[in-house]
């Protein structure tokens, strides 16, 4: 961002920053993707998926690709990216590089960390930072997890089975470790699962049992902890991204 002369990633458009760098931005229907990058001899080609619904969604998609172009243009020629690909809990490989570009990009750290600081946390702030980084929630979600006042929990669920998850370094609950098992079923995952349901904003923070996600010692009672789980739905794709986090 500093090579382009930004100091704030919304103050210009990111067209303007994929050509600038040297490749072409086309907007189009694209079948089981969500972006794609084709590499010719002097340019590239970035395609996204205009049937993606949210903005932000459709600019963290734009800064993916871009961070495909900017470091792995010697080692593809064409790649597809989907909801799966742009998954954040993937590690060690291209997919996790482009992300890591795209969230620095989008939300350099100095930026986010002023917005965090002094706030309280809950599915308000994840929705006022998605606003104010004009990126979409989920990405928002990560980054704070990383950089956040907070420290909260995450859990990603795909067709109702727990894929992964992660906790802050020495964070004083333990998850369970639930991997290929269906998401408990007290939590709010598991509504959406079992009966569709998703919440509304106003209602979106959810109070939940310690014991839903994590281990309770056996010293311990629920009765003495106030932990939330909020979830962000994407019906399209049967996914659930859980944030959990306790209220001290």
Not at 111 to 119: N, P, Q, V, Y
Not at 205 to 212: D, R, V
Request: hydrophobic share 35%; net charge negative; proline share 4%.
């Amino acid at each position: 961002m500093n090579e382009c002369g930004i100091s704030d990633p919304t103050e210009i458009s990111l067209d303007l920053i994929v050509f600038g760098r040297g490749a072409t931005l086309v907007e189009k229907q694209l079948e089981n993707s969500e972006g794609r990058i084709v590499f010719g001899e002097k340019r590239a080609i970035i395609t996204i998926n205009s049937d993606i619904a949210y903005e932000g969604k459709k600019r963290f998609v734009i800064a993916h690709e871009l961070g495909h172009f900017e470091m792995h243009r010697h080692h593809i020629n064409i790649h597809h990216d989907t909801d799966a690909t742009l998954e954040y809990f993937k590690k060690g490989n291209q997919e996790t590089e482009a992300n890591e570009f795209a969230s620095e990009l989008l939300m350099p750290e100095n930026l986010f960390i002023a917005e965090c600081k002094g706030r309280k946390f809950g599915p308000d702030l994840i929705r006022d930072l998605a606003s104010r980084f004009k990126t979409s929630i989920t990405s928002i979600a990560y980054k704070y997890f990383e950089l956040g006042d907070h420290p909260i929990c995450l859990c990603y669920s795909y067709d109702n089975a727990v894929r992964y998850w992660k906790r802050p370094e020495n964070y004083p609950h333990f998850m369970k470790n639930l991997t290929n098992l269906a998401p408990p079923d007290d939590s709010v995952a598991s509504e959406f699962y079992q009966d569709k349901r998703i919440y509304r904003k106003e209602y979106s923070k959810q109070q939940i049992w310690k014991s839903t996600w994590f281990e309770l010692k056996s010293w311990e009672n629920d009765n003495d902890f106030k932990f939330y789980e909020y979830c962000i739905v994407t019906p399209t794709y049967n996914t659930v991204l859980s944030i959990i986090w306790e209220e001290i």
